[in-house]
């Protein structure tokens, strides 16, 4: 993304190489989203990313959609799909669901695709599930303001969402936080994390792809965490107030 935004200003400069040079890196961009779906996410999140990029009208997303390989890996991955083979995480996923079909559980994922494709699965499972996405993603500020009430309120006992659910609007308290994919802020681990336990002993469990950047993502998170507990601590130490004399010592 810097090397688009130098690029850029080539083009600004006149630099008629920079065209070819910014769709190449546009072309690296959309492959590696496309890797991290399949590593991260699953095969319908990759499929659906695939079939998107062909609807573009974009240089990059012509030259990617039209090349050999990916066409081959778009076949594979349908082929899998349609044999109901996925990802690793989604037969874990419904383990630990049915193992805690009565507790209050909110999975955390970054993609809205995977959002519908969760809430689907966990239903055919019979888990009350429902999804909690932002505006933009497909939900009206009502429609949202329900699914909340109805998490709350019992109906649901699962609730799936993207980085809406992480802060500003209220949620009850969950029994088990589940992160489907893992993010490389610490500040949104944190404030995922804080979804459970604020009455009562919760559970956050970690959903990692060994050796992909799932598991990149997740060290970086929680690395960044314990940097910012250390200097908080610090900073603690140092600031601290000494005793107030009393009155008559003063």
Do not use: W
Not at 101 to 124: G, S
Not at 192 to 209: A, D, E, S
Request: aromatic share 6%; hydrophobic share 35%; net charge positive.
């Amino acid at each position: 993304m810097n090397l688009q935004r130098h690029l850029q200003k080539e083009i600004k400069r006149g630099n008629r190489a920079a065209f070819y040079a910014i769709s190449l890196a546009a072309q690296i961009l959309k492959l590696s989203h496309a890797t991290e779906m399949i590593e991260t996410q699953g095969l319908t999140s990759f499929y659906d990313f695939l079939n998107k990029l062909e609807k573009e009208t974009s240089k990059a997303s012509k030259i990617i959609s039209e090349n050999k390989s990916v066409i081959n890996a778009k076949e594979k991955a349908k082929t899998l799909i349609d044999k109901d083979i996925e990802h690793p995480k989604i037969d874990k996923l419904k383990e630990i669901m049915r193992e805690s079909k009565q507790k209050k559980t909110i999975i955390f994922t970054t993609y809205r695709n995977t959002v519908e494709n969760i809430v689907n699965l966990l239903n055919k499972e019979n888990i009350k599930t429902t999804k909690l996405v932002g505006q933009k993603e497909g939900l009206t500020q009502k429609e949202q303001v329900k699914a909340i009430e109805d998490f709350n309120n019992g109906i649901y006992t699962c609730l799936v969402t993207t980085s809406i659910g992480e802060e500003g609007i209220h949620i009850g308290s969950a029994d088990i936080a589940i992160f489907y994919d893992n993010t490389p802020s610490s500040i949104r681990k944190i404030q995922r994390t804080g979804r459970v336990g604020r009455l009562r002993p919760g559970k956050v469990i970690f959903m990692i792809t060994k050796n992909t950047r799932d598991a990149a993502y997740h060290y970086k998170s929680k690395r960044d965490e314990k940097k910012m507990k250390e200097i908080l601590y610090k900073m603690k130490e140092k600031n601290k107030i000494k005793d107030q004399e009393t009155l008559e010592k003063f």
